[in-house]
């Protein structure tokens, strides 16, 4: 590996669930036919165009295992003979008492609970679920992981809002308290490079969040 070298994460959350007003961290529900449709169409600007051998510009494609990243980054993989690797690092936030129950009823079960949760999440977190601290620890653990793993090359890493809004508040250096700022819609995609030389901490670079 060189002295100087620049790894590039596109970061893609996956598309539309076939459970879509409930609060999904760990519990699996699979992709719509229009959450796949999403992530195909925000990926296709990417894909080169030749009809003979189209071919993706990433050299390893990283997947949470939930069935909603994880299906369609094995299909992507499979088509386009790519390397894979399935890392439970970049699981969603486990929600404890609340994963898989509708919003609407935790709002109005606890509307002061829930409000205190996404607004001061220092200080809340779910009922028998992971707190931010160590949500936001295992988060920028696995990332770690990545970098040092897939240092200088370029990775898709398909994941989850909650994790996509974790990892650019460690890019750029944001409190806990602006997670829920950063909106990270279905099938976003974002772009980090992070440059790398020797002796020196890794320095990270947002180039585009929520492309288009």
Known sequence: MPTDFVTTIDILRHGQTQADEILRGRIDVPLS???YQQMQLRLAPFISSSTTNPVVPWQQIISSPLQRCAQFSHDLARQYSSAI???PGFLEMDFGDWDGRPLEELKNEDPDLFQRVWSQPHKYNPPNGES?????????????SLLSQYSG??????????????????????PLTAL???EVPYAC??????????????????????YH
């Open 33 to 35: 036919s229009i959450g």
């Open 153 to 174: 090359k370029h990775i898709l890493l398909v994941c989850h809002g909650g994790v996509i809004r974790a990892l650019l508040a460690h890019v750029m250096q944001t």
């Open 189 to 210: 995609l974002s772009r980090v490079k992070v440059y790398s030389q020797q002796d020196q901490e890794p320095w990270p670079q947002l180039v585009f969040h929520n």
């Open 85 to 87: 690797d399935i890392d």
């Open 180 to 182: 829920s700022r950063i």
């Open 132 to 144: 931010f601290q160590q949500f936001s620890q295992r988060i920028h653990t696995a990332w770690g």
